[in-house]
């Protein structure tokens, strides 16, 4: 009796191994044959896009701009005086603000580009 389940065990376990690797190959010939490259589309590029901006911008990411009024931006994100929307045309040097007027201590163009 013992001997009969070792040997159910080893066959069907290696029915299952032969059935995965079975599955395994024809996912990667059905993958293969499928294949597409996609085209990268930043956020800021789509919702300005999308929205219509005159300006393109990033409605999530803020830079410093002396005289910039207190204002809710497109997405309804509240920011302080002296703060504006990073705009895609933007010195790639200028560093990221929090809405609030805080440095972020990076660049918005590594992040967005």
Not at 61 to 70: I, P, S, T, Y
């Amino acid at each position: 009796m013992k001997i009969l389940k070792k040997l159910t065990l080893k066959y069907a376990t290696a029915i299952s191994l032969v059935v995965g690797l079975g599955s395994l190959t024809a996912m990667a010939a059905h993958a293969g044959t499928e294949s597409r490259v996609l085209d990268f589309e930043t956020h800021a590029a789509f919702f300005s896009n999308e929205t219509h901006q005159k300006s393109p911008l990033d409605p999530q990411v803020f830079v410093a701009a002396q005289g910039a009024a207190a204002a809710v931006g497109p997405q309804g994100i509240k920011r302080d005086a002296g703060v504006r929307n990073a705009l895609i045309a933007d010195a790639p040097t200028l560093p990221i603000m929090s809405a609030s007027g805080q440095p972020l201590n990076i660049t918005p163009f590594k992040v967005i580009r």
